[in-house]
């Protein structure tokens, strides 16, 4: 029989307010609950055959087959009301936008790369009643992870007739700081104008016909931390439990199974995990999908250096913008990083104003009202705890972006404009705009908090957010371009946030917020005097490249991003690390011990916890260079690897940007090129054809540029034959300057 305080609480939550609440009465082995629900009188007769008898207002009977045909039927969950209006919306939004470029994922329970489809067919497999199927979709900012959700509900709303396959409901952070997440989902409800309201919703997910979907769950950050975003998962994990199942979607240091597992205490060991990660496209898929958007095979091949892997380029956020004619100029001279990028379609905005715009102003002053203008509403937005905003709010935020001898029909011009700048798109709510991805909200974000930091201002959401780990990457990526295009402002900046830190007498989140920036400062640090942190308190912390020389000393973090990077220069004094992230190209200070370390796979397909400090200690010994008596991988070159030309090509490969200059004031460049050995290197590097070199003239004169190609290859010794011959040769050079 039907578990009765269940079926109670169900109907409850479907029966009109104001009313009579529903009444259960048990006849035999049958059960008859009375509600009122839309003004109607409900007479539900539930059978012990499992059939349920409708009868309305005493007249009218219909007989559903069970009880999940009668939560779908029109006069409940209304599902097929639910499908008409998610495909009308989606559809309508996918044809406002350029055709999507496929995303792929790798499934790990399946061990296999698929589409949306092949995880579809995945999410439905039959399970066991109380159970709660999970499913995680993990990536970087920019990889595709809200287009992968919204295919998925497209799909299943256009195929609901035929397949009854759960429907999606797509729930996204929007920026804010969660205080509950019913509101997140009453807000999607809304958002499709749906009759169904967020306490019905769990319902309908338990008996397998809705999954919730939260999209940039690593974002629902709160004072506390993450405790109530973990919390609030597993209460809704316990309401769906049954036939439910619900989808996940962050970065992939957040949430991988293991952190799952760990962190939401409501999950049972008959709970069903799987995660899918997704990956970048393919450089054949990218020239592919470019080809439809009209660029032919001669442009293509000047990129072919651009779209090559770990190229920003290659993220769907980016081909999108490349798909655009307007882009094409320019492009094959250019670098695959985040900020070239950018740069190329901010000169693209700059040059769409009209003549009366371009008569006033340069070009110059164009370029500048753009980042101004962008960098005011992001600063808005984050301010505001959200991730669009009103055309009234963007009219003010373009007029402030304007400096005062602007004549008034000129302004007025650039604040229409600025509604329809390629970097904003339609909002959800009519009359509003948001950025086309967080990942140019975070980088125009980025670099007004260098502006305001600099003028030592700490903005309100320094104070009262919580970073994310994708702003401090986009913001380290910000200040490379710092240190590659202005030195001073740089340490400017640097200078500034330790003169705030030191100063601060908030109790909010500011002095955490101001350390996490110092923290990615850390491959800059020689040029301040005493570059370190000492007592704070850090939530998300991230390095990335060659750390210089510095200590923490008693300093509290929460979880630090060690990706890619070289820290063993950073000495860890009495500090508590809650969990270090590491990849393969990880090198540490054994002076770190962290209560878990979460290891991202060489293949990029997801990660691995660790919390036992026995296992902890011996996999960190790995990735420390400085330990002796250790054998290593790297055994069989360890002349190469223990000389001071080997740590060169460490610094070239591990070099951010993608061209980089002998003779500029880039700081990090000047490390690789001043070197002695460079020439040597570079020479060698040319000859096995892991380096490009190009003559260009730059501040009025010839200099050299170079490109390391191919740097997956020279992260580690291994057996490729073409590194196997540069080896070679290192070898036979060191034997040569040695005797």
Known sequence: MIDQDLLLNDLASFSDLGVTPPKLIVEGKEIVARLTRHGDDLSLRFLENGQVLERVNDENETKHANYRALLASDRFGNLRDWASVQFSVLTEESAAQPKPIPVLGFLHSANTVMDFSGVDDKLEETSSNDTARIL??????????????????????????????????????????????????????????????YDQVPILVRNGLVTIAIDGFD????????????????????????????????????????????????????????????????????????????????RLKDLDELLQPGSFALRPIFLRHLGENGLISGLSETEGSLSNLISLMIKREAGKFGQPVEAALTNEQLQQFVLSFLGEIARDMADNQTESADETTIKW??????????????????????????????????????????????????????????????????????????????????????????????IVFMESAFHLLDNYLGTDRGARNLSALLLCCAPFGELVNKFGLKGQQIDDALIRGIASSFTLKNCSINQLDVREADITNVN?????????????????????????????????????????????????????????????????????????????????????????????????????????????????????????????????????????????????????????????????????IDS
């Open 136 to 197: 995680l979709i993990d990536g970087p900012a920019g990889i595709g992870k809200t287009e992968f959700i919204k295919q998925l509900s497209l799909k299943r709303a256009a195929n609901f007739k035929r397949t009854q396959k759960p429907l999606v409901l797509h729930v996204q952070s929007r920026g804010r700081v969660l205080t509950f997440l019913q509101d997140l989902i009453a807000f999607s409800l809304q958002t499709l104008r749906l009759r169904v309201t």
């Open 219 to 298: 974002e629902l950050g709160d004072p506390s931390g993450y405790e109530t975003a973990w919390a609030q998962v597993g209460e809704l994990i316990n309401q769906v439990r049954g036939h439910g199942s619900l989808i996940l979607a962050g970065r992939e240091t957040f949430i991988g199974r293991d952190r799952l597992v760990r962190d939401i205490k409501a999950l049972k060991a008959t709970d069903i995990i799987d995660s899918v990660t997704l990956q970048p496209p393919s450089t054949e898929a990218a020239s592919t999908w470019l080809k439809h958007h009209g660029w032919t095979d001669d």
């Open 572 to 736: 860890f004094e009495d500090c508590t690390i809650g969990g270090l992230v590491i990849d393969d190209r990880s090198k540490i200070n054994l002076s770190l011990r962290p209560s878990y370390v979460q290891m991202e796979n060489e293949s990029g397909n997801g990660v691995s916890l660790t919390s036992e400090s026995e296992a902890i200690s011996k996999l960190l010994k790995n990735f420390s260079p400085n330990v002796e008596g250790e054998s290593t991988e790297h055994d069989e070159h360890p002349k190469i690897l223990d000389h001071a030309i080997f740590k060169l090509l460490d610094r070239a490969i591990r070099y951010r940007g993608y061209w980089f200059r002998e003779d500029g004031d880039d700081v990090l460049a000047k490390k690789i090129t001043d070197d002695h050995l460079w020439p040597a290197l570079s020479e060698l590097l040319l000859k096995h054809d892991f380096l490009r070199k190009e003559e260009r003239v730059a501040s009025g004169r010839p200099s050299h540029f170079y490109h390391v190609k191919r740097p997956q290859l020279l992260q580690k010794i291994n057996t490729d034959p073409d590194t196997a011959a540069l080896y070679k040769d290192l070898g036979e050079f060191i034997a040569l």
């Open 397 to 490: 935020a373009a007029e402030a972006a304007l400096n005062d001898s602007v004549p008034d029909e000129i302004s007025r011009l650039l604040q229409n404009r600025a509604l329809v700048m390629a970097f904003l798109t339609a909002d959800e709510r009519p009359r509003y705009r948001r950025f086309s991805h967080s990942q140019l909200q975070n980088y125009f974000l980025g670099l007004e908090t260098v502006s305001l930091i600099k003028n030592r201002e700490i903005p309100k959401f320094l104070r009262r957010n919580l970073l994310s780990s994708d702003f401090l990457i986009t913001f380290s990526n910000v200040l490379d371009e710092l240190a590659s295009k202005n030195k001073d402002e740089l």
